[in-house]
Nanobody, 121 residues
């Protein structure tokens, strides 16, 4: 059973910074994509950023230039550095991984439990 364990988040003032991390609870044979999504109250879950196994990154337009995603393939961990936070960044942030734990298990999407970020003065 693979679980994604998130840490970070919390309450921050506008213009502040936060850093998330998310680790797989067990070793993974392959992790194709790691990423972060978020869901604000009354809105659908949306992409924040992703990073592939080769290091290619993709960012949603609202966070470009402010957020940085990175991954550690040895630790099976993905990070999200969030700078210049705005009130509209307030949401529950979810970690995401697409991969397979072993050669005899299928490639699967995995999600973290979600972590609240509130940007407010």
């Amino acid at each position: 059973q693979v679980q994604l364990v998130e840490s970070g988040g919390g309450l921050v003032q506008p213009g502040g910074s936060l850093r998330f991390s998310c680790a797989s609870s067990r070793s993974m044979l392959v992790i194709n994509v790691m990423g972060w999504y978020r869901q604000a109250p009354g809105k659908q879950r949306e992409l924040v950023a992703t990073v592939t196994s080769s290091g290619s990154t993709n960012y949603a337009d609202p966070v470009k230039g402010r957020f940085t995603i990175s991954r550690d393939n040895v630790k099976n961990t993905v990070y999200l550095q969030m700078n210049s936070l705005k009130p509209e960044d307030t949401a529950v942030y979810y970690c995401y991984m697409n991969g397979r734990p072993t050669a005899w298990q299928p490639t699967t999407d995995y999600w973290g439990q979600g972590t609240q970020v509130t940007v407010s003065s």
